[in-house]
């Protein structure tokens, strides 16, 4: 069984300061993908940033880079300069490479100062 | 093009009523998948489609709960005999194909409807 576990529920940063969101994970499927999801108050679910199991380099996507360490099964979200607009609730998910379903983490909300 | 669409975006419900909610994917896509998203909680995976067979249920949590998917397009998602703990964000997504077909196979996901079962 897949599982993901998100230890922030909420964190607080500082407009255009760094942040990094836990994402930890348990599976035993030897090929998968982790994703990052941002949910704004809205609900809708915006893709942020794919990583799979074997890329040997951690993705990025603008400001969004995912800090994947392979051998302590964590995928943090890293949001650079982070924006008031950044702010959100934020899933962690995976899914095996070659199953369908995606398994969601609790999620971390994120509220951006100015 | 137009993305996933769901319908209605909210519903309120008495307990003991049936609901019926709907989801339009984005035109080519294969895949369909039901989630749910109770109050601050994390999303919580239902039902997968491919084409309009479902080879995965094994998230619908009872029996009361049905879902369909009719010309590889429109889902329907029925919860017969509401109850409270039924109220929540029922959110439908999307996808090109085959799990692991292409890099991302990349989950599209529509707005959602908000169920309120009184």
């Known amino acids: 069984a897949q599982k993901i576990t998100q230890t922030q529920p909420g964190m607080f940063v500082q407009e255009k300061e760094a942040v990094t969101l836990d994402c930890t994970y348990d599976t035993s499927d030897p090929s998968y993908g982790l994703f990052w999801y941002k949910q704004p108050s809205s609900g809708e679910m915006i893709f942020l940033i794919y990583q799979g199991s074997y890329d040997q380099q951690n993705a990025t996507e603008g400001r969004y880079s995912l800090n994947f360490q392979k051998a302590r099964k964590s995928a943090n979200l890293v949001i650079s300069a982070s924006q008031l607009g950044d702010s959100a609730m934020y899933f962690c998910a995976m899914r095996a490479e070659y199953g369908n379903k995606l398994v969601f983490g609790a999620g971390t909300i994120l509220r951006v100062k100015s | 093009g137009a993305g996933v669409s769901q319908s209605p975006s909210n519903k309120v419900t008495e307990k003991g009523k049936d609901v019926e909610l709907r989801c339009d994917p984005i035109s080519g896509h294969t895949a369909l998948y039901w989630y749910r998203q109770s109050l601050g909680q994390g999303l919580e995976f239902l039902i997968y489609f491919q084409g309009n067979s479902a080879p995965d249920k094994s998230g619908l949590p009872s029996d009361r709960f049905s879902a369909e998917r009719t010309g590889g397009s429109v889902s329907t998602l029925t919860i017969q005999r509401t109850q409270q703990e039924d109220s929540a964000v029922y959110l439908c997504?999307?996808?090109?194909?085959?799990?692991?077909?292409?890099?991302?196979?990349?989950?599209?996901f529509g707005p959602g409807t908000r169920l309120t079962v009184l």
């Open positions: 997504a999307s996808s090109q194909g085959l799990a692991g077909a292409g890099r991302y196979n990349e989950q599209f």
